[in-house]
Each structure stands twice: as C-alpha cells, then as structure tokens.
C-alpha cells in the first residue's frame, strides 16, 4: 500500500490599502468621510496575516503550496500585493475599483468567495479588521457565505498535515482554543506575531511576481455600495482640566458636573 501524499495547502491573504496608521485623520471638506489624500499603506492587520501564512510555510509542519495576496482597490492598491510579495507571498490577485470608491464589508466578503471558488483555496488568513473603517466584519460574512468553519481575533495558530487546524483566540478575561478542519477562515489579532521587514532582494524580486488583474464585472461581482454616508464630524475637543486643594472640593466639583 503506497503511503498517502501530504495535502499540499493554498492560502490566500486579503490585504487592504488603507491610511497609514501614523497619520492624524482629518474629516474631508465636504463633511461626508475623511481626506484620503495622505499616505497610505498596508492594513497593519493584514500585515500580520501575511507574515502569519509565511511562518506556516516556513515552519514545515504545514505543506503549502502557495500563498496569494488579494486586494480589492484602486490601482495604487497594487503597491500593496507587491509588499505582501516582499514580504514572502507567491502571486497575487488585484480587483480594481475607481479612485476613492467605498467598497462595503459584505461586497469585498462575496468577491473573496468568487475568488474562492474559482482558484479553489484551502486557508484564509485575513487581519480582523481594517484600521481605517474598524468593521470586523467581513472575515465573519465570508465564512458564513462559504459555510467554512472560523477562527476570529487568532493569537496563536497551528495548521496539521492532515487538515487539522487548533487556533488561541483572545476573549475577554482569558483565552479560548477552538478545533476545525481545513477549509477554515482566521482573522488575525495584534499579538499573533511580529511582521518583518522585507529585505531589497525580496522587493526586487516582487516586481517579477504576477498579479492577476480583474474587473468587478469580469467576476460578475457588483460593488455598488449599499449605504450612503450623511455626514462625518469630529469628536469635541477635550476641556482643559483644574487643580483642587482637598478631597472635600473635589467632590464638590464632581457634583458640580453631575458625575456623582
């Protein structure tokens, strides 16, 4: 009896262009979302499901055949797959959208199935939100459109030959460990590694990796988005603070604003 051939596993890592996490947001001028014109760079989550894919790689315990890095954006979205390429990801997939069109949770969810099902992928790894509108949302819609088993907010993530996967979630007040079979979404959380820099051999040799370009329509995929922002306004400037001279007056005060 011949011995059965390890499964060899596809994964495919959505990677979002959003606002650099250094830069201070500003509402834009028309009051209806934020000023996009500032740097952007990879969704810090999706960073570190990227790094993740290439650690199950690197580790051995885990037969991968292949890592592609997808993102659903404007064409300056491709600098994007070319840094998770750096990085380490084998291909990569661009579904392109005009300049600054929204592109809600539940759309990006049903082009990652379309993806899905045509290239046939066996693992997700995707950050468990993006900074820049804080959903969290669509690592949840798209296991429940594939019917595929989840692992959200992961900390610690172990992928079996045999299709096994044990993902450490985070949970207020401690740490929960959840057993499922591959095919399987995870979404990552801060503290499930450490992403690394990717050295200029790597970024020299993402320029010659291929990236697949699609049109919404190529996929028969419908992006329109199904609500309309009204209005964005700050959050009001913090009132500066005062001394008290006792305990007694800071109780007063504290009356005073009708806190106790």
């Known amino acids: 009896m011949r011995p059965t051939l390890p499964r060899l596993v596809n994964i495919l890592v959505p990677v979002k262009r959003s606002i650099d996490y250094a830069v201070k947001i500003r509402v834009?001028?028309?009051?209806?979302?934020?000023?996009?014109?500032?740097?952007?760079?990879?969704?810090?989550?999706?960073?570190?499901?990227?790094?993740?894919?290439?650690?199950?790689?690197?580790?051995?315990?885990?037969?991968?055949?292949?890592?592609?890095?997808?993102?659903?954006?404007?064409?300056?979205?491709?600098?994007?797959?070319?840094?998770?390429?750096?990085?380490?990801?084998?291909?990569?997939?661009?579904?392109?959208t005009p300049e600054n069109?929204?592109?809600?949770?539940?759309?990006?969810?049903?082009?990652?199935?379309?993806?899905?099902?045509?290239?046939?992928?066996?693992?997700?790894?995707?950050?468990?939100?993006?900074?820049?509108?804080?959903?969290?949302s669509t690592g949840g819609m798209l296991a429940g459109l594939l019917g595929w088993s989840q692992g959200s907010f992961a900390s610690k993530l172990e992928v079996e030959d045999g299709g096994k996967v044990n993902v450490t979630r985070e949970i207020d007040g401690g740490l929960e460990k959840i057993e499922a079979k591959l095919p399987m979404i995870v979404t990552t959380d801060l503290r499930l590694n450490e992403p690394r820099y990717a050295s200029l051999p790597n970024i020299m040799k993402a320029k010659k990796k291929k990236i697949e370009t699609f049109k919404p329509e190529?996929?028969?995929?419908?992006?329109?988005?199904?609500?309309?922002?009204?209005?964005?306004?700050?959050?009001?400037?913090?009132?500066?603070?005062?001394?008290?001279?006792?305990?007694?007056?800071?109780?007063?005060?504290?009356?005073?604003?009708?806190?106790?």
């Open 218 to 260: 190529d996929l028969g995929l419908d992006l329109t988005p199904r609500f309309e922002t009204i209005s964005v306004s700050e959050p009001p400037k913090r009132q500066g603070g005062g001394k008290v001279e006792s305990v007694d007056e800071l109780v007063s005060k504290m009356k005073e604003a009708g806190v106790i």
């Open 101 to 136: 069109a929204v592109v809600e949770p539940i759309a990006v969810a049903n082009a990652l199935k379309k993806i899905i099902d045509d290239k046939k992928f066996d693992l997700v790894i995707m950050g468990k939100q993006a900074i820049d509108d804080d959903s969290g």
């Open 28 to 96: 834009a001028s028309d009051g209806k979302g934020v000023d996009t014109n500032v740097k952007h760079s990879m969704n810090p989550f999706d960073e570190i499901a990227v790094e993740e894919a290439i650690r199950l790689r690197e580790k051995k315990t885990t037969k991968v055949d292949n890592i592609t890095a997808i993102s659903i954006g404007p064409a300056k979205a491709v600098d994007t797959i070319r840094t998770a390429l750096a990085m380490g990801a084998d291909s990569g997939i661009h579904i392109t």
